[in-house]
């Protein structure tokens, strides 16, 4: 994947990550090796989110308010659209 598409992937995950929408967790087996050198990439695994709204629990990609504030593309192709016309 060439780095100029990576940003925006990468920028929309940060932003996910930090609404809640996805949330990162440790393998339990591996729960002892955080903050040490052990702990690798692979043992890090990204999970949806949960949502409590109104009492209920829903997953958090359904809580529309989470979405406001999200700077996101709806297709790559117009990320590559944009990036033609910037270069």
Do not use: C, R
Request: hydrophobic content about 45%; overall charge neutral; charged content about 15%.
């Amino acid at each position: 994947m060439p780095n100029k598409v990576a940003g925006p992937i990468h920028a929309l995950t940060l932003q996910l990550l930090a609404k809640g929408i996805i949330e990162l967790t440790i393998d339990t087996s591996e729960v002892f090796n955080v903050g040490t050198t052990k702990l690798m990439a692979k043992h890090v695994h990204i999970k949806m989110g949960v949502s409590k709204s109104n009492g209920f629990a829903l997953p958090a990609i359904l809580d529309l308010a989470l979405w406001n504030g999200l700077n996101y593309v709806e297709s790559i192709a117009s990320v590559v659209s944009q990036l033609e016309t910037t270069n």
